[in-house]
C-alpha cells in the first residue's frame, strides 16, 4: 500500500510538471535574415560594398601604376647607372610599401566597420526580442540555424524585422 501511494504521487508530479512545460511556447528566429534585410542592415552591407568597390578600383589603379613604373625601370636598367638605378628601385619599394599599408589599412578599417555595424544591430535587437518574448509569453527564442525542423507559425523573424525597422532605421557608419 505504502509504495501503491508513492507511486500515485509520483505519477500526478510528473503529470503536472509535464502539462507546464507543454504549455510554454518556443519560437525561433533567422538571424542572417535580420542582420541582412532590416533596413539598417540592408544599408550598412550597401555602405560596405560601395566602399570596398571603390577602394578595389582606386588600388587597383595604383597597382597597374607601379607595374609600368617597374616595367619602365627594368627597361631603363642597360641605359641608368648602377647607382641611379638602384634609387630608382627603392623610389619604387617605397611606392610599393606604402600602397601595401594604405590597402591593408582600408581592409582593416572595413572590417572594423562591418563589426561595429553588426554590434550595434545586436545591441539594438536585443530590447526589441525581450519585449517580443514577454508581449507573447514565449519561454524561448532559438536561432533557426540550430533546428532540424519546426513549424512556420513559431517562426518570428518577419515580426522582429518589423520592429527592428521602427527602431532602428539606419545605422551610421564612420
Avoid at 91 to 97: E, F, G, I, Q, S
Wanted: proline share 1%.
Amino acid at each position: 500500500m505504502k509504495y501503491l501511494v508513492k507511486f500515485f504521487v509520483v505519477t500526478f508530479f510528473i503529470l503536472i510538471c509535464t502539462h507546464v512545460f507543454a504549455e510554454q511556447q518556443i519560437a525561433y528566429i533567422n538571424m542572417k535574415i535580420i542582420l541582412n534585410e532590416s533596413k539598417a542592415g540592408k544599408g550598412a552591407q550597401n555602405y560596405l560594398k560601395k566602399t570596398f568597390t571603390d577602394n578595389q578600383k582606386k588600388y587597383t589603379e595604383q597597382e597597374s601604376n607601379l607595374k609600368k613604373e617597374e616595367s619602365d625601370l627594368i627597361a631603363k636598367k642597360t641605359i641608368l647607372s648602377k647607382e641611379e638605378y638602384e634609387k630608382e628601385a627603392e623610389k619604387l619599394r617605397k611606392k610599393v610599401n606604402i600602397y601595401q599599408q594604405e590597402r591593408r589599412k582600408s581592409l582593416e578599417t572595413l572590417a572594423r566597420q562591418r563589426t561595429e555595424a553588426r554590434q550595434k544591430l545586436l545591441k539594438a535587437l536585443d530590447p526589441i526580442l525581450k519585449n517580443y518574448i514577454n508581449e507573447n509569453n514565449i519561454a524561448m527564442v532559438m536561432d533557426q540555424k540550430n533546428i532540424i525542423a519546426g513549424k512556420d507559425s513559431y517562426d518570428i523573424t518577419q515580426n522582429i524585422i518589423k520592429k527592428l525597422n521602427i527602431e532602428l532605421p539606419s545605422l551610421s557608419l564612420k
